[in-house]
Structures are given as C-alpha cells and as structure tokens.
C-alpha cells in the first residue's frame, strides 16, 4: 500500500480526520432519528472544516479562497446529503 508522504509525515493529524468521519458515520447509521442524523451531518461538516483549516494553517498556507472553498464544498455536501436522505 503506497502511503502519501504528507501521511507519513503527521499521521496522528490524519488519524484524528479519519477517525472523527468513521465515527461520524457509525452515529449516523445506528442513530434512528432524522433530526440526529441532520446534526451529524452539520457536525461531521464542521469537523472537517476545522480540521482542514487547522491543516492548512499548519502548512502555512492558509488563504480566504481555501477557506471560501472548503465551505462551499461543506455547505454542498450538507445540502446535498440532507436533502436527498430527509
């Protein structure tokens, strides 16, 4: 298996990004109520958007366009999964 080498690098950063989706996503399969389940969407959401911004930062180079771009994708996806499954 070929591991990227940023991976490598800070495993315990993308541990803690994989972890919380899994986890995530665990939540919302075994949870019944569709008012949880859109929580744990808009959570997973803001999970990774701090996340991404903590990475980037980390990196040094955070910019308004990554952080307009990474919500905008969020915002979609949210959208997009809240309309589709509810």
Known sequence: ???PKEVKQ??????TLFF??????????FVDSSQAKRWII???GIIYFC????HHYKRGDLQ???VVEYL????LGIV???GTLF
């Open 20 to 29: 919380s989706l899994i986890i995530g996503f665990c939540g919302y399969l």
């Open 1 to 3: 298996m070929i591991i």
């Open 10 to 15: 800070k495993p315990l950063e993308y541990l």
């Open 64 to 66: 308004l366009s990554i």
């Open 80 to 82: 997009f999964i809240s």
């Open 72 to 75: 905008i994708i969020i915002l």
């Open 42 to 44: 808009y959570s997973i």
């Open 51 to 54: 996340w991404s911004l903590y």
